[in-house]
């Protein structure tokens, strides 16, 4: 591969940074119009879980083959294809709304098919820019793209509402639509490097055993697997679940104040985006992952005591700010210390090792407080719990403390 370009000047990078753009905000759009079309329009307040579940469950049970898959053809190929068929199923669900088929059923098979295409997009494009960027830039290269995932976020919704109060649902389709082919062309010119592999292509879940067996065997990739399994196992619950119930019980608020802490955590995680793209981190960035996450810990246990919203909001801001600090060093230590030809497989296998477990916390919280347990045991004991387990792997783990 000849030597990449400054990351401004890389023409790849900005037209997957544009891609990228343009993806989150359709994602945004599509995921307010759609939910807000189940609640209002359908009236089927009670069965909106079957159309989350039905997005997921595909999104985490098809990563590692998208990983697979990403390791054996051109990543441009997989991440335009995925695209042009959202592009499809928006205006699939347009024609569906035409002739008045649009329900709850075919809401659910639609976040399905949505879902097992994120599952071969995202993979693809992880393991897409470490080809088009520098070594040297791709600290920076991975804070630009988290810190542009979390801004469509943040202004996703505004414009999914904005295009609500200014269109019917039909309308709002057409607009995702258009925006996911803009997307799809920017991809389209993308100039990848020619993808070399190494020996003939094997089966399917031989692959997939080999990256689990490569993983496994690097410290450093082991080490973030299991950091990741640990903080998703013990955070997303109490964060997704607990912070409602802080919001209506604690500060005594509407939905307007859950809004405030929400807008908080992700002006947080904005914030330490654009910190992180000025000031990557390139020494000890393991050790640095583990130690963010015990400081996360004691902010999501502290958080179920406070009555003051200010300080609720600096605490979910704080907490944002940690969340990019762990994102950003680990997409660039598995991009490091990862073989090219297995990247693909890799990323997808640490996706799946956070992302597969936080359905098991929602469980264990929602759980717990079935069982009348209140939330300022349940964040506090989550919380410093998980604290506790990070120090023990810093400590009984060399390569946590050592590897930059």
Partial sequence: MTQA?????????????????????????????????????????????????????PRIALMAFGGVLADRMQRTRIIKSS????????LALVALLWGGHLNIWTMTTFAFLYGALDAFFWPARDALLPSVVSETDLPRANSIMLTTNQIGLVFGPVL????????????????????????????MAVREPRLVRHGEARHVLHELQEGVRYALSSPVLSALMIIYAIANLLFMGPLALGVPIVASDNLHGDASVLSYLQSSFAAGMV?????????????????????????????????????????????????????????????????????????????????????????????????????????????????LTMSALMLVLVWKLPAVRTID
């Fill in 5 to 57: 370009p400054p990351l401004l000047s890389n023409r790849n990078f900005l037209l997957i940074w544009c891609s990228s753009i343009l993806g989150n905000l359709a994602l945004a759009v599509a995921t307010l119009s759609e939910t807000w079309f189940v609640v209002k329009t359908l009236d089927a307040k009670t069965q909106l879980g079957y159309v989350m579940i039905a997005g997921s469950v």
């Fill in 83 to 90: 695209l042009s068929l959202r592009v499809l199923l928006m």
């Fill in 160 to 187: 999914g509402g904005a295009l609500l109060a200014l269109l019917d649902y039909r309308g709002v389709f057409i607009c995702t639509a258009v925006i996911l082919a803009a997307g799809t062309a920017c991809v």
């Fill in 271 to 383: 914030g330490g985006g654009l910190l992180l793209t000025a000031l990557p981190p390139r020494k000890k960035r393991l050790l640095m992952i583990a130690l963010v996450i015990v400081v996360e810990g004691v902010l999501i246990g502290s958080l179920s005591h406070v009555t003051w919203l200010p300080l609720a909001m600096s605490i979910q801001f704080l907490t944002g700010l940690g969340v990019v600090s762990n994102n950003v060093p680990m997409m660039s230590l598995i991009q490091q210390y990862t073989d090219r030809s297995k990247i693909g497989r890799v990323m997808s296998l640490n996706t799946m090792a956070s992302m597969g477990l936080s359905p098991l916390s929602y469980a264990m919280v929602t759980g717990l407080l079935s069982l009348h347990i209140g939330i300022g045991w349940i964040m506090p004991v989550f919380g």
